[in-house]
């Protein structure tokens, strides 16, 4: 590897280290210098060595990192899979003193992947806390680790495409240890249901799981095809993943591949479209207009399909995320006639549904009988498939568990030609099964859920409507704000009154609400501004019209804590007199 990197100078060097030069740092000291010398990034793999037991082997790499501060060009890279509990539950993490490494890296997984499961990182916390409270005290000197960093070295940059999507990919805001409120995220902060608790404590408590307790492939075929009506055969393959953002992931890549684009209607999920725009994909955006909510349809998407060639279309429904309309059935017959004609390729996101306000008025829908519809005059080379989360639907925001339908042999190839998937443990798809079983029931769950429904219904009126709450007489309406009422689901758009009017704004978070005249500057409210200028004035983060794809429209999430919505509702009334002021 040393005469390789010499030879060859690349600018990035992703390797990792035999067992017998694993044992002491020599060799990762050659790697460092080898590497330093020619102003190359490396990137080390320690996870072959790396075992999580009360008698861990040695180490070099941390041995040598005990006592010395590890390179700016250099980062180690360790996935936890020499773990005897549960083999198939994998965290990975990344060692790097470069804190611009670290931030990009962690923005490039929000991205890409998601956040980590909860309960995945919970789990080996609680690893770590045991075998680190067993250890022989005095057992070994600690190193004194030299306090002075060595010498930066000059190495390659992130590509100037990466960068402008980090930059406005509408990401975690750092807090600066100040307490933000987080309407900007599709996560499930309302109290988990007892049915949720129990079924996840037992399956980490049940010990020799067989195959088909862990088996959830005939549940989610059963769960597809009764909730929307979706087809399936024995062609059809599932593929599971802790989020579906990891599974779009492969999907953009797959668009890649065979040369496509990705159409996104404006008013879509605004990380989904960042995903697209990361990996280098070639996007394009659909019209939508106000009168029809925001929704895409079929006139203005043949203008589109006209003028293109391998068309992948990307769908959020039936629940619209971030609107929180709904498509009915005949909307989606629609727009699936004009993919079909087009040959394009349809990927419906099923992520954001389940949690419709009044089901009985909207109806559902029959995907089944819409395609069966219009497969014999379509192109062939059209398909749908159809991907999902389940963590709404089982309210949860803890579980985390994503599904993709694929009904295309070629697709499934390719798909299956990336590496590099994160799939749900053993524990997941018991508690998975149990809980979708628990949803065929009468009462129980589904009672729960209609409770929980009906929260985030009634929020949705708060933020709307003048009566809701005494405390709250202000809404989003009274604080200059247009709303789109939602239907369904834990998000909500709308446009405020108040662009292009300036505010002045804090340089940091840890300042907001001080009072500090010296630590202020003046920001103009636009699209691109909005959504720093409420951010670090107020603490309250939503994503702004540029997230959203509809100039001028935020969104709002609603799936927060009571104690957290409340302080949302008056962070909004703050910002208006800030605004007025």
């Known amino acids: ?19 017998f030069e694993a044992v002491t740092s020599s060799a990762f000291v050659q790697l460092l210098d080898a590497t330093g010398e020619i102003g190359s990034r490396l990137f080390l793999d320690i996870s072959d060595h790396f075992e999580l037991s009360s008698l861990p082997g040695t180490i070099g790499v941390l041995k040598y990192l005990s006592g010395t501060p590890l390179p700016s060009h250099a980062a180690i890279v360790c996935g936890l899979v020499k773990n005897q509990v549960y083999s198939d539950l994998e965290v990975a993490f990344v060692i790097s003193e470069e804190e611009a490494i670290l931030k990009a890296l962690s923005k490039t997984v929000e991205i890409l992947e998601g956040n980590t499961s909860l309960i995945s990182q919970y789990y080996y916390g609680c690893i770590f806390h045991e075998l ?35 930059s406005n990919a509408e990401l975690s805001i750092s807090d600066d240890g100040y307490p933000l409120v987080r309407m900007d995220v599709d996560q499930w902060f309302l109290p988990v249901p007892s049915p949720v608790k129990a079924a996840i404590f037992e399956s980490f408590a049940r010990q020799n799981m067989t195959e088909s307790e862990i088996d959830v492939t005939p ?18 393959e599932f593929i599971f993943s802790d989020c579906s953002q990891a599974l779009f992931s492969k999907l953009v890549l797959c668009c890649i591949q065979e040369g496509g684009t990705m159409c996104f209607p404006a008013g879509s999920n605004g990380n989904y479209v960042s995903v697209a725009k990361f990996l280098k994909a070639n996007t394009v955006h659909i019209p939508t207009n106000s009168e029809r909510g925001f929704k895409l349809t079929e006139d203005i998407l043949i203008k589109v399909l006209e003028t293109m ?18 498509y009915s059935n005949q909307e989606m017959e629609n727009i699936l006639s004009a993919c079909a004609r087009f040959g394009a390729r349809v990927v419906i996101d099923t992520s954001f549904s389940g949690l419709e306000f009044e089901y009985e008025g909207w109806g559902g829908w029959n995907l089944g009988s819409c395609l069966s519809k219009i497969s014999s005059s379509g192109n062939p080379s059209f398909c749908v498939s159809l991907l999902g989360g389940l963590s709404l639907k089982l309210l949860s925001g803890a579980l985390k568990f994503a599904f993709l339908a694929l009904n295309e042999p070629i697709l499934i190839e390719a798909f299956h030609s990336f590496p590099g998937l994160s799939k749900p443990h053993c524990t997941d798809k018991y508690t998975i099964k149990k809980l979708l079983s628990l949803r065929e029931q009468k009462g129980g769950l589904l009672d729960v859920a209609m409770e929980q429904i009906r929260i985030l219904e009634n929020r949705a009126k708060c933020l709307k409507e003048v009566t809701f709450s005494p405390l709250h007489p202000e809404v989003l309406e009274n604080c200059g704000w247009d709303v789109l009422r939602p239907c369904a689901g834990v998000s909500m758009v709308a446009k405020p009154s108040f662009l ?25 409210l636009t699209d691109a501004s909005l959504r720093e200028a409420v951010a670090k004035t107020t603490g309250l983060c939503i994503n702004s019209g540029s997230w959203t794809g509809i100039p001028g429209y935020c969104r709002f999430t609603i799936a927060l804590e009571e104690s957290e919505f409340e302080q949302a509702l008056a962070c909004l009334v703050k910002f208006k007199s800030i605004v007025d002021n």
Request: positive net charge; glycine residues 8%.
């Open 500 to 524: 292009g009017k300036a505010v002045k704004v804090n340089h940091s978070l840890k300042h907001t609400g001080s009072g500090e005249q010296d630590a202020t500057y003046e920001i103009k």
């Open 309 to 326: 060639k391998k068309p992948w279309v990307y769908i959020s429904g039936p629940t619209i995320n971030p609107t929180g309309l709904l």
């Open 132 to 166: 680190l409270s067993f250890q022989l005290t005095d057992r070994h000197p600690h190193l004194e680790r030299r306090s002075e960093k060595s010498k930066s070295v000059e190495v390659i940059g992130f590509a100037t495409s990466a960068i402008s999507v980090l």
């Open 1 to 19: 590897m040393i005469e390789l990197i010499k030879r060859l100078k690349p600018q990035v060097v992703v390797t990792g280290i035999a067992h």
């Open 219 to 236: 549940c989610i075929k059963q769960f597809v095809q009764t909730e929307y009506g979706f087809p399936t055969d024995s062609g059809t």
